[in-house]
C-alpha cells in the first residue's frame, strides 16, 4: 500500500481556471473549424492510417483508465498516478492524430459501399439496422468527447496539488465518462472503416 503521492504543483485555482478553460475552448474550436476543412495532399501512406492509430491510442487508454482504478483500489497510488497520466500523454497525441485524419481525409458515409459520397436508398437498406446503431454511438460519443478535456485537466490538477478528495470526487465523473469515450471511439472506428477509400 503506497501513501499518497505528495504534491507536484502549487495550488492555483485561478490560473488553472485559466489555463484549462483556454485549452479546452482551443480544442473544441480548433476541431470545429477543421472538421469542415480537408487539405488535398498526396501522402505516401493511406491516409486512414491515423484512424487506426486512434483506434489503437483509444484501446490503450480504455485498458489504462481500467488498470488505473484496479491501482487506485488497491491503493497503489504511485501506479495509478503514472498510468493516469500516461493515458493523458496517449490522448493528446490522439488529438494529433484525430486533428490529421480530418485535415487529409474527405468526408466518409456509413454505408456507402461504391463511395460516392452519396448514400443511395439500396446503400440505406444493406447497411439496415447497424446504421442506426452506428449513429446511436457516434451521437453519443461525440458531445461526450467534447466536455471529457477540462473534466480529465480538472481531475489532474486536483490530484497533482494533492487534494485527493476533490480529485477523487471529479473522478467519479470524469472516469466513466473518458472510458466510455475511448470505448466508443475505438466502435465507431470499427464500424466505420469499410467505408473508407
Known amino acids: ?3 499518497f503521492p505528495k504534491p507536484t504543483c502549487k495550488k492555483n485555482d485561478t490560473a488553472a481556471r485559466v489555463i484549462i478553460f483556454t485549452l479546452s475552448v482551443l480544442a473544441f474550436v480548433g476541431m470545429l473549424l477543421l472538421s469542415n476543412t480537408t487539405f488535398k495532399v498526396s501522402l505516401p501512406f493511406d491516409v486512414h492510417l491515423f484512424a487506426l492509430v486512434n483506434a489503437t491510442i483509444n484501446s490503450f487508454v480504455a485498458i489504462l483508465l481500467i488498470v488505473a482504478l484496479i491501482m487506485v483500489k488497491q491503493k497503489k497510488y504511485e501506479w495509478h498516478r503514472r498510468l493516469m497520466l500516461a493515458a493523458i500523454v496517449l490522448s493528446v497525441l490522439f488529438l494529433i492524430s484525430y486533428v490529421a485524419h480530418h485535415l487529409f481525409s474527405a468526408q466518409v458515409r456509413f454505408g456507402d459501399t461504391n463511395f460516392d459520397g452519396i448514400l443511395s436508398a439500396e446503400e440505406k437498406l444493406a447497411a439496415g ?5 452506428y449513429f446511436f ?3 453519443t460519443h461525440i458531445p461526450l468527447a467534447a466536455i471529457i478535456l477540462p473534466l480529465i485537466l480538472f481531475t489532474a490538477y486536483r490530484a497533482l496539488i494533492g487534494e485527493y478528495n476533490r480529485h477523487k470526487r471529479l473522478a467519479r465523473i470524469t472516469w466513466p465518462i473518458w472510458l466510455y469515450v475511448a470505448i466508443s471511439g475505438v466502435v465507431v472506428y470499427w464500424m466505420i472503416q469499410p467505408y473508407y477509400h
Not at 129 to 133: D, Q, Y
Open 137 to 139: 454511438v457516434l451521437i
Open 1 to 3: 500500500m503506497d501513501s
Open 129 to 133: 439496422s447497424l446504421r442506426g446503431i
